[in-house]
Nanobody, 131 residues
Framework: QVQLVESGGGSVQAGGSLRLSCAAS????????MAWFRQAPGKEREGVAG??????????ADSVKGRFTISQDNAKNSPTSSLQMNSLKPEDTGIYYC??????????????????????WGQGTQVTVSS
């Protein structure tokens, strides 16, 4: 069973930066899609960024383009996804989750960052941006 553990959340002022990490274990396949989602209080969970295990097929939500960067490090037995968040805004506040789904060699990662497209989730890490 895949286990995902997020880290790196915290509180920053607007304009600041944070780097989130998601450590994954238990993959039975070396091909997977990884994505970051966030959920603000009273709002639905929304997709932020996605990437394939190869490091390709990167997608971003329009609201974070140019500010956030997703990356993938496939160290042996310990793949890690990172989300570098710069120029943070108060509206970026929320709980950030990483999520993953296994894919075949011929399957593309979802271009639309929808929660239902992902099977395994981390517990989340809080990001708070103050004005």
């Amino acid at each position: 069973q895949v286990q995902l553990v997020e880290s790196g959340g915290g509180s920053v002022q607007a304009g600041g930066s944070l780097r989130l990490s998601c450590a994954a274990s238990g993959y039975s396949s070396r091909r997977y899609c990884m994505a970051w989602f966030r959920q603000a209080p009273g709002k639905e969970r929304e997709g932020v960024a996605g990437i394939r295990s190869t490091g390709a097929a990167i997608v971003y939500a329009d609201s974070v383009k140019g500010r956030f960067t997703i990356s993938q490090d496939n160290a042996k037995n310990s793949p890690t996804s990172s989300l570098q968040m710069n120029s943070l805004k108060p509206e970026d506040t929320g709980i950030y989750y990483c999520a993953t789904r296994a894919v075949s060699i011929t399957t593309s990662c979802p271009k639309s960052l929808l929660p239902n497209d992902y099977d395994d989730w981390g517990q989340g890490t809080q990001v708070t941006v103050s004005s």
